[in-house]
């Protein structure tokens, strides 16, 4: 197999391609980050950032649990989108790790510390930061996070299956 030609031309257009294709990526990942600087600033681009990765972290752990809950107990799966968040070191030493990592060539995103850094010299046109929450966006939000809790369940119980097809009810 280390000599076939063929496989070693395809590895070698797949690395390329994923690279080229990432560092695209990555690129209008930063073109996004400064239009979003250029209307709000560099602190409230950040201040979200910031706020996106620690619900990211939260929302894993609560959905984790919540799966781990239901497939001991064998009781419903409730919306993953209502229960509360528990504040845990381990989450805030999660969210700090990540805002801290470096970009490796895989990613098809910045780090957030790039990210950071990238923005602080953007100037700003100081665009009016409206209040209230996203939730107030959505036409029916009860329905949606419905709809994603059923989604979520139908893939935890799926994996759960493939790892152990004992465990979840037919």
């Given at each position: ?27 209008q ?63 805030d ?24 850094r ?53």
């Open positions: 197999m280390p000599w076939n030609l063929a496989f070693q031309f395809l590895r070698l257009y797949h690395f390329l391609f994923r690279r080229i294709s990432y560092g695209a990526t990555r690129l990942e930063i073109l996004a980050d400064r239009s979003a600087a250029r209307l709000y600033g560099a602190p409230a681009f950040e201040e979200g950032l910031r706020h996106v990765v620690r619900r990211q972290v939260e929302f894993r752990s609560v959905a984790l649990n919540e799966a781990k809950l239901s497939n001991r107990g064998r009781t419903p799966f409730r919306n993953v989108y209502t229960l509360p968040a528990e504040a845990a070191t381990s989450i030493d999660e969210v700090e790790k990540l805002l801290q990592r470096e970009t490796s060539e895989d990613d098809t995103h910045p780090a957030p510390v790039d990210r950071f990238y923005v602080q010299r953007v100037p700003c046109s100081q665009l009016q930061i409206s209040g209230g929450v996203m939730w107030d966006v959505f036409p029916n939000p009860d329905a949606l996070t419905q709809e994603m809790t059923t989604e979520i369940e139908t893939k935890v119980k799926g994996q759960l299956a493939r790892q152990n097809p004992t465990l979840v009810n037919a």
